[in-house]
């Protein structure tokens, strides 16, 4: 089994990496190969809605000077998605969301039946919201939300207080355990002919009226 983790906090060493961490160490004793990557602190673009990626045979974006395409290759080819991001004013970090708003809009359909989860660090508040941004991205996606025993968060303005929330980084090890059985559940299945299920397209209404 492969997962990949998306870190979209600038800070290599900070919050959501020490939480990202909790999660990788129960994935390697599982067995679980990790990938991971960074947004990083190098500009990203946004979206400009040139349906290029459309046209891309790898479901690529128009832009390739970012970490977006290595996202797609390894989103594509991983058997489950965990994406973290700091709280910024109570949402998911604005690189992120770009770089999720490129990810999806070009290889949406490449994730689908994939279990996903989201994570996110804050000194205090905006937690759950920033959860359910992220989230969107996988529920419109046909992919399979995976959760813990409390919401998958960290407190801490840095990773030394994030060592101190103790419920924090057991939702995070909870997680990555309920992630590795989702994997395994799906993949299993697929081996017994449980095959992934037909999506219907044909219908597109936009709000016209
Ligand atoms: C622009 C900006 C906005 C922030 N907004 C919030 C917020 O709304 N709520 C909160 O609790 N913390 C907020 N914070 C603090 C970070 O979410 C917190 O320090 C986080 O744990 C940092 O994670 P990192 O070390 O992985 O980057 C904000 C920080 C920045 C830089």
């Known amino acids: 089994m492969e997962v990949l983790l998306l870190n979209g906090s600038p800070h290599v060493h900070g919050c ?69 991001s700091p709280v910024y004013y109570a949402g998911p970090n604005g690189a992120l969301t770009a770089v999720l708003d490129r990810t999806f809009y070009a290889a949406g359909r490449q994730l689908a039946f994939k279990p996903a989860a989201s994570i996110c660090s804050a000194r205090r508040a905006g937690t759950t919201a920033t959860l359910e941004a992220i989230n969107k991205y996988f529920l419109m996606s046909n992919m399979f939300v995976v959760g813990s025993s409390y919401w998958a968060m960290v407190h801490g303005n840095t990773a030394e207080e994030v060592e101190q929330d103790k419920e924090g980084l057991q939702t995070m090890r909870n997680l990555a355990r309920n992630m590795t059985w989702a994997m395994d559940c799906f993949s299993a299945g697929e081996g017994v002919g449980f095959d992934k299920p037909f999506v219907e397209r044909s219908a597109q209404t936009n709000f016209i009226r």
């Open 16 to 84: 959501t990496a020490r939480a990202l961490e909790e999660m990788k160490k129960e994935f390697a004793e599982n067995g679980v190969e990790v990938t991971e990557l960074r947004v990083g602190n190098s500009p990203v673009r946004g979206c400009i809605a040139c349906h290029s990626c459309a046209k891309s045979p790898e479901h690529h974006c128009v832009f390739s000077d970012d970490v977006t395409d290595q996202v797609i290759d390894a989103a594509i080819r991983a058997d489950g998605i965990v994406v973290g």
